[in-house]
């Protein structure tokens, strides 16, 4: 079974471009959207809204609030999420390939990080 966020979540993520060493994604959702687990390798994520979301991996649960135009590390990862606030998310993801991968234990590591 496949963990790319692409192929659980189509209707949130699309790749916007991809060559031998990034892939980019833009997500979008709408308030109380949930996502299917899916992982992440080391990105790059930059806001194009201010959003809340909910973001669970095994036995970690964080809720953030991140402003627009917010560029922040985000390492691998899984984990799924659920919009929680009253405005929609749009985000890019610059992932990058031969990266380190996911891990169902982030703890700390879930979400980004400055």
Known sequence: ???????????????????????????????????EPHEHPDSVMITLSAFSRRLVSGGAERDLRLEVGRASWLPAQRHHGENIGDS????????LKDASTASDDAGAALGPSS
């Open 1 to 35: 079974m496949s963990s790319d966020p692409v192929v659980i979540n189509p209707e949130h993520y699309r790749v916007v471009f991809e060559n031998d060493r990034v892939r980019v994604l833009e997500y979008n959702d709408a308030p109380g959207d949930r996502t």
């Open 88 to 95: 929609p998310t749009h985000v890019i993801f610059v992932e």
